[in-house]
């Protein structure tokens, strides 16, 4: 009789805890931890991990070392964490794209999003905000969604990319409205900021630190937040679900997920560290003067948030007939 015993199953027998739950999370950590970052230096995944690395370093007493793995829409890094040993020194800081979004676009998919990761604790979330130009005739949301249902697929959006969050978020809100738009991808940001300050593009949907100067010096008119609650940075903004979509949220949220199979008392000393690393107000300020709605709460909380935009934007992806080429 041949026994088989597969990389996975030897790390998960030599990482049973051979120690009570309290002393493991006591003996932890005891070396470098290595925080993952699927994206190229400088983005908002990279920026909230490098905010919080400092923090976790000194609540650990172990160096917290971010290490940038970009490609594949950040799904490389997804998987090199799945792939580690579920001890608590390989983390990851992913986004809502990599481990929500973009793994029901690629066939197969790269891996399972309910399998191959474990929800820690809810980073950081940052806000879209709906914008037209300034010369749009458009004042409010429903005006605007009026006039797309009046001309199906006349009305453009912008984004800067396919099957970008700025993507799904406007289809999610034609789909809700019942409306028909045309998007129109750009590579990258600029290029789609561009074309809506030209007043070229009708609308576009995108994160709140990248419009926020040009909401202020009026040359793009702010006509809904999609966030559940509105925003501080602009207070008299309304939501989408005040606008007559209720439950509405598209957001670009970051989480720190873990390989499956992390030991209970190891992820919730990462809970425990993050919600306490967020009660330094220097910290919070410097956080929210860079756009970023400050994360936290339970490892439920983070559970929930993953699996129920992984099965959403699964649903939304099927029925917009979204892929990537």
Not at 57 to 81: C, D, I, K, W, Y
């Amino acid at each position: 009789m041949t026994i088989r015993i597969t990389r996975r199953a030897l790390g998960a027998a030599a990482l049973a805890p051979l120690l009570p739950a309290p002393a493991l999370a006591q003996a932890y950590p005891s070396r470098t931890i290595t925080m993952l970052v699927g994206f190229a230096p400088g983005g908002g995944t990279d920026i909230i991990a490098r905010f919080l690395a400092p923090a976790l370093q000194e609540e650990f007493g172990q160096a917290v070392a971010v290490e940038n793995r970009p490609g594949a829409s950040g799904t490389l890094a997804v998987l090199a964490m799945s792939r580690a040993r579920p001890d608590g020194y390989t983390m990851l800081m992913t986004t809502i794209s990599a481990s929500a979004v973009v793994p029901p676009l690629m066939t197969p998919p790269p891996f399972d999003i309910h399998r191959d990761q474990t929800a820690v604790v809810h980073a950081a979330t940052v806000p879209l905000v709906a914008v037209v130009p300034a010369n749009s005739t458009a004042r409010t949301l429903p005006e605007l969604l009026a006039r797309a249902k009046e001309n199906p697929g006349v009305l453009n959006y912008s984004s800067s990319g396919v099957a970008t969050q700025q993507h799904l978020a406007a289809e999610l809100l034609a789909s809700q409205a019942g409306v028909r738009m045309t998007h129109v991808p750009f590579r990258g940001t600029g290029q789609a900021v561009n074309e809506i300050l030209a007043g070229r593009i009708d609308l576009a949907i995108d994160t709140f630190p990248t419009y926020l100067p040009h909401i202020r010096s009026g040359a793009v008119r702010a006509l809904a937040v999609t966030m559940p609650q509105r925003v501080e940075w602009l207070p008299d903004v309304p939501t989408v679900a005040e606008l007559g979509f209720p439950g509405f949220d598209a957001v670009v949220w970051y989480m720190l997920v873990a390989p499956p199979g992390i030991p209970q008392p190891i992820a919730d000393r990462w809970v425990a560290a993050v919600n306490k690393a967020y009660g330094n107000e220097t910290l919070r300020k410097r956080i929210s003067d860079a756009g970023f709605v400050i994360g936290g709460g339970t490892q439920q909380d983070a559970a929930r948030m993953l699996t129920g935009d992984a099965d959403r934007y699964a649903a939304l992806v099927r029925g917009a007939n979204i892929r990537l080429d």
